[in-house]
Structure formats: C-alpha cells, structure tokens
C-alpha cells in the first residue's frame, strides 16, 4: 500500500510508558528514538507534555513531561529525521509554559479529547497551532460515542478548529473493521478539510487489520508501536505497519534490530499485548482497567470469573 500522503507515528516510548509509568532507562529511550529515526518513520512521540505541579519526577520518568532538556537528552547528538510528537491530556497541561515552536525541538503536539469536552480541547489545539506546532485531535473512546454527539462534535473541529488531523481513537479495542470504516467515512464526510488519522487497540487481535482498513477508507495517519507496545492489549504493531505499506521510505531493519536487542528482554519485564482478559474487555467495550487489575491479582487467569463478573455489571 503506497499513497504518498500517509504520515506513520509511532508511540512507542509515550503510550509503553503508560505500562510503568515512563520509568524506561535513557539508555532504552535513545536507543528506541535512534531506530524509529533510523527507520524513515514520519513521527516519532516521546511522552506527554505534562505539568509538573501536578506530578512529581519521583513517581514519573521523564517522558511524563517532554522538557527541552529531557527531549535534548533522549536526541543525544543524532540528527533527527523524524519530526517529534508530544500529547497533551486537557487540565494537566498549563497552555502558557509551551513555549514557542521557535524554540522547541517538538514538532507536533496531539490533545487527547473524550467527545463531551470538544470544546476545551479545539481551544488548546488552536493555542498550540498559533504558537507554531503542528497540532492533532485525538478523540478517544469513540465507541462510546452517541452518534449525535459524535457528528456535533466533528462539525465542530472542521468550523472552529485549526487541527492539521482528527484521530479516530478505538481506546477500548472494541471496533471491528465494519465499524472503522464506518467511522472513517462519517469523519472525511463532515470534515471534509482535516485529514484523518487512527490509533487502534489490540484487544480483540485487530489493530493492525483495523488500522489496514482505515488506510482503504483514506486515512493517513497512522499510529503504530513496536511489538505493539501499549497499555493492556497494546497498539498496532509497527513492524506489521511497515512491512504493509511497502513503502521504500520506510526501513524495517533498525525495527527489527531494537526488536531482538531490547523489546524481547522487556516482554518478560513488562506485560501488554493480547491476553483473555482484555480479549473480554474488547468485547464487552469497557475501559481495560479491570483487566489491568485481574492480571496484577492472585486470581490473573480466573477467567471465566472475571467474564461473568463483568457481563454482570454489564447487563445490570
């Protein structure tokens, strides 16, 4: 699949962190930022731009907060290929300390948005837009959204936002191909000016054939982890991701070399990726939260339990 336009980003180090609260090494951090600049990838995101009155760096690794210094750092001395993406969650960002593109090394900041605050985050979008950065929507849980407030809410950001994309975000891994393509067409219909991006989850073993039909139905930008990499289930695969798009710009070896050098090693460190109970959480569209605690507990393979417990809960 080769169209020019289709922009790759991968998050690897932003949402892995979210498995250990971005406590990686600086030692992993540059060896990750070096194979995925290596590899042609478009963007590259680092972490959250987070505000540090609101969290500590005793708790949080660097990444939780995307300082020049801390972004200087991961860089160590490469010439950087890639364009750099932070994301900004709305109320734990104080919008006056971005400082201006001028003096950033961040190219593009992404807010991370439920439907009901559009609002607010259109607003903090436009504000990053005129500071200089490429700036994105990424409206989660969208199979959560009622169908009019969805398309209210993207009549919004095509009248009122400055956004350079609109993600279409499957936070619960619940959404079948159908359904993306769907939402997909539903999207470049009422936002006829915004390009389209999709970040998918793997509850349900479907990013990648999600993400494949997101590209049929002309979305361009496309998100992707190495090894899937994620919390709970995890994201689509980079490596799957470029090996699909055949494009000659994309290198797939500085992947696969970090993928044998580091990521096996950090699979028995850290658990994500496809396992029962987020296979039942995809399925019943529900926060991974409960699977996240089930697999922390004694009873992490209680399956049949967990299943009825939430179908209960569901059902009540």
Not at 201 to 221: C, D, G, K, M
Request: with cysteine; glycine share 6%.
């Amino acid at each position: 699949m080769y169209r020019k336009e289709i922009k790759v980003l991968d998050c690897t180090i932003r949402d892995g962190g979210l498995m250990n609260n971005h406590l990686f090494t600086d030692d992993f951090l540059s060896a990750v930022f070096r194979a995925v600049n290596s590899s042609g990838v478009d963007y590259v995101e680092l972490g959250y731009k987070a505000d540090e009155s609101q969290f500590s760096r005793s708790e949080y690794g660097s990444m939780k907060f995307c300082s020049e210094k801390d972004i200087e750092k991961v860089i160590n001395g490469e010439e950087v290929k890639s364009k750099i993406s932070v994301m900004v969650d709305i109320g734990r960002v104080d919008p006056s300390t971005i400082p201006q593109k001028s003096d950033s090394l961040i190219d593009m900041m992404r807010v991370a948005s439920y439907v009901k605050d559009i609002d607010k985050a259109i607003d903090l979008a436009n504000q990053i837009k005129a500071k200089g950065y490429e700036a994105t929507i990424n409206l989660m849980a969208v199979s959560h959204a009622r169908e009019r407030e969805l398309d209210e809410a993207l009549m919004q950001v095509e009248k009122e936002s400055n956004v350079d994309a609109l993600y279409l975000v499957d936070s619960f891994g619940a959404l079948y191909s159908e359904q993306i393509s769907h939402l997909a067409k539903k999207y470049k219909s009422i936002m006829p000016t915004k390009e389209i991006g999709i970040h998918a989850h793997n509850n349900q073993q479907l990013a990648f054939a999600n993400t494949i039909e997101a590209i049929i139905q002309s979305v361009n930008y496309l998100d992707g982890t190495i090894f899937g990499i994620g919390r709970a289930a995890g994201n689509c695969p980079l490596e799957l991701l470029l090996g699909f798009l055949k494009n000659p710009k994309y290198d797939l070896r500085p992947i696969l070399e970090i993928l044998e050098s580091h990521f096996v090693k950090l699979k028995d460190e850290i658990e994500w990726g496809y396992t029962i109970p987020y296979m039942i959480t995809g399925i019943l569209d529900l926060h991974p939260r409960a699977g996240m605690k089930l697999r922390k507990s004694e009873s992490k393979d209680d399956y049949l339990g967990f299943f009825d417990s939430l179908a209960q809960s569901d059902s009540a």
